[in-house]
């Protein structure tokens, strides 16, 4: 490019140039533009640079320092300085191409003769990894440190006060560990914590198993294969979703992203198989009557799809018999032999829980339907897991881009259009799969709770362990600029008590304010427990369940009539009154 526009702007380069440029490039000035395109079509465009002229270090003669080829270097550099003592040390030093003050050190015993190259690392390895592990460990239970929070906890805890922990370390310091990332965390309220104990899941997959080995003596020894098991779940969509990021001009704090004012919400069903079968989708729009315009689009984009009407565009009883049957017809495509049992994996919603009509239907079709635990569907559904993470961003990028190219005016009827794209790439077979074998369904994984243990609330115990042993290293006292590190901290209330910590204090006792205050956090989350709430017919509400038993079909029976004969009298009992206020 340098070279490109010398020849498009010759007498700037002579006034500016004329001193430095060699005979060789100012000879060059003759050639015209479509040669020079040429030449770099060609790959023999001139490598003089004039910002490089006057520069003593040719390219060629710069020193490789990458970890590898330079200790490859130095090693043969010490072996024939050894080997030839008399010799120059700067001869053997240009020779191999390596550093002379780094051959000597090294020849001299300084330095070790593998020591790495660049400047002294801030932190050890052991240091480095007991942090790593820190911080995914207090990340996983919802104490996670932000990149400041972080450079403070390095220079606080790990006896750095004098050492700045700047950004361009730190960049390098991740780039180091590919297992940390710097992700935007969503809030999870303490009863959702609460729920994810490692007692409550391991319930949950003894009862997937007894739901397996069910289906198996049911279908006379037949084992339960990837095609017969299913999971399904709802999304629902908003017509004004959020953007997403965008790039706008450096410093601008509220950047704002037009959609149109029309607003609707609407649901969609999606149930998969563990082989990576995709199902019809399921749309549930809100209203009574059935809309002309969005089924002629839904037809076109989803031609095997279903449209239930529902009072606000989510799942509802009536609508989730509906489906039912929708998801009966459409599995006999796959699952075989209809006298083999099935498996059907959903929330705990109280329109797929409490269904006696629904739990009918599935069970004079051979499928056992099995429910999850509460509050712990972002680990153990399919769905959850792999599929809507992926629709959701495609979906922002696709309405975006849609919003652009049409102006703001969305209708109801433009979703199928809007929604094909992401949904084609989103609920993909290998999603699926994926997303049955992280949640432990298939092929079904009984060690579940034991290989994630940081996602879940066991893990209070491990973090307090691996917290006490980084604060256990030796801690500098040094107090030279601590005063101002320590009043950031008080600035960010790092896991501090309210009152300020006395900056006069050693570095030990501030530690020591941290860890308790820390312990003191996840204490309070080790004891939070759930309540044990029992729903109509007196199940605990939290825990996973077989929704289709027979038994439990009968109860939820009793209680609806109990239910329909209560509101009878209650409407029986309106109607009296009205009639005496007549009289």
Known sequence: MQNLKQKMYPLFYKQNWAGNIPSQLQSNHSLSINEDLQQQEEGKQSSINPQSVGNNKSRKNRKN??????????????????????????????????????????????????????????????????????LIVMAGIGFGYDVMQAQILIRCVLKLDD????????QGFLGRHPELSRRRAQTFNKLRMASLSSELIQEYFDLLKTAFDKCEALSDGSKLTSNRIFGGDEVGFNSMSNQGYILTAKGEKHPISLTDSYQVHISVMAFGAANGWAGPECFLLPGVRQKTKFNKEAEKYFPEAKIIMTPKGYMTESAFLQWTGFFVEKIQMIRGDP??????????????????????????HNIIALSLPSHATNLLQVHDVSVFGPLKRAYRQVQSEWLKKNGLNLKIENFPEILSPAWSQANSANNLRNGFRATGIWPLNLNWVSENKLKLKQDCKTAIEVF????????????????????????????FPKQKADTSSN?????????????????????????????????????????????????????????????????????????????
């Open 163 to 170: 050492v700045e922990v700047s950004d361009p370390w730190f």
């Open 339 to 364: 006298k083999n049992w099935c498996l059907l994996i959903l929330d705990g919603h109280s329109s797929h829980s409490y269904n006696p009509e629904a739990f009918k239907l599935l069970n004079s």
């Open 468 to 495: 006490d042993k980084i604060c256990q290293r030796n801690i500098s006292t040094s107090n030279n600029g601590f005063s101002g590190l320590i009043e950031r901290i008080n600035y960010l209330n790092l896991d």
């Open 507 to 583: 570095f030990n006792s501030i530690l020591i304010q941290l860890y308790a205050k820390s312990e003191a956090h996840l204490k309070a989350l080790r004891e939070t427990t759930m309540d044990k709430k029992t729903n109509q017919i007196g199940e605990e509400h939290a825990k996973a369940k077989i929704l289709n038993d027979k038994k439990r079909i009968q109860k939820l029976e009793e209680v609806k009539k109990k239910k329909v004969a209560k509101k009878k009298l209650r409407l029986e009992g309106l109607k009296l009154n009205q009639i005496i206020k007549k009289e």
């Open 65 to 134: 320092y990458s970890e590898g080829v330079y200790k490859e270097n130095m090693a043969a550099a010490l072996n024939f300085a050894r080997k030839n003592p008399d010799e120059s040390k700067s001869n053997i030093a240009k020779k191999f191409n390596v550093d002379r003050k780094a051959l000597v050190e090294r020849l001299n015993g300084f330095v070790e003769e593998q020591g790495r190259v660049g400047r002294k690392s801030i932190l050890t390895k052991d240091q480095e990894q007991d942090l790593v592990k820190h």
